[in-house]
Structures are given as structure tokens and as C-alpha cells.
């Protein structure tokens, strides 16, 4: 009983939230879970199909000392949906250039593109490639997907001990609107994978971080 009145007052608070809302004619669908956030994404995907999360970091404050939290940190490793990170107190604007890093250039479908097609498609963007060459690199990840290439105005190569790194070298001379990598088990957040949190030190971003889903293990 106590549970399902948790879950219709937190639904009544969303309710007020989106009623606030311009939804400029898009319907907007209530979803409830009782239970893992992962699971929850993972039955509500299944069920009426998530295109993007959208979800910010832990905080912006110097002095934190996370930039994703357990909760936001889940969603990023365990799920396969693509999801946009936005920066606390950013104001969304149109990116102008964005700047898609990655160690590997195959792609096991096309269709993990989308959500980057589209931003490209509504907005005009500029997509820069980083290809990162890691040790290890074979010649297979220097031959870069179809679609990618297409969609792409510039490609730079470079070579770092983590894609990570490259995009630190890379980052000033670009400054790019928004950074787009690839969720995988041995990709950018190589390291990171152990743990649910992701501490600053190992990663942080100014600008919106568009995280599209698994590519090759």
C-alpha cells in the first residue's frame, strides 16, 4: 500500500511538471516502475520503445567530486539505450560541431547512427571524426563504417593511450558543441566499467555527451 502511494505521488508531481510544459504537440506518455532503474528502462524500451535519455551529470560544482552519480552511472554502462548528457544549468542550443570520438570504426549496425543522423538532419551539424588508436589497434579499426563517413565533414587520426586522452589532446583546437562516443565494454569508458560511478578525474565534459549504443565487443 505505502509503495503504491509513493508511486501515484511521485506520478501526480510529474504530471505538474509536464503540464508546465510546451510539448509543441508531442504526446507525452507517463511511465512507472517498481523496482532497478535498469530493469525499469529496460521493460518500459521493450514496451513503447526509448529513442534517448536525456539526463544530467551528478553536478558542475569544482568541488564534487563525480561527474555521473550510481544512479546516472547505471544507466550509462548497464543499458543499451543511446543517452544525452547534458551539463546542470547548460542552455541547449543547436550544436554547430560535433565531435564523434571513437578507437574502432566498425559498427555492428547501422542503426546505432541514428540518434547522431538525426541531431545532424534537424540541427545541420558539423560531425567530426576522432579516431583514437589505442595499443593494441588492429587495421580492422582504421576502416571506418559506411554511414559514419558519410555523415562526417572532417576525420582526424591520432594516437593515445586511451580514446579519452585523445579527445583531451584534441578537444581545445576543435571546440566542439557536443561530443559523441560509443558505449561499450572496452571503448571510452574502458576503465570505468568496474564501478557504477564515474569520478571527475577520470572523465568530464562542458558540453552535452551523446553516448550512442554498443558497438563491437
Partial sequence: MLQKKVAESGKERLKEVIDKID??????TIATYNGSIV???????KELGIDLIIMAPRSNDVT?????????????????????IVPKGHVMTP?????????????????????????KKKFGST????LVKTPGYS???????????????QITMTEAPTTYLGVLERFESQQPDMLCVFRRKRGFF???????????SEFSARVPVLVLSVKKD
Fill in 139 to 153: 587495421d580492422d579499426d582504421l576502416r571506418i563504417n559506411t554511414a559514419l563517413m558519410d555523415a562526417s565533414s
Fill in 95 to 119: 550544436p554547430k560541431t560535433i565531435l564523434t570520438a571513437f578507437k574502432s570504426g566498425i559498427l555492428k549496425r547501422n542503426r546505432i547512427l541514428y540518434p547522431l543522423l538525426e541531431i
Fill in 23 to 28: 510539448a509543441k504537440g508531442v504526446n507525452i
Fill in 64 to 84: 564534487e567530486e563525480f561527474y555521473l552519480g550510481y544512479t546516472s552511472g547505471k544507466i550509462i554502462k548497464q543499458t543499451d539505450i543511446p543517452t544525452l
Fill in 190 to 200: 574502458k576503465k570505468l566499467w568496474e564501478k557504477n560511478t564515474i569520478q571527475k
Fill in 127 to 130: 560531425v567530426n571524426l576522432l
Fill in 39 to 45: 530493469d525499469g528502462l529496460k521493460d518500459i524500451d
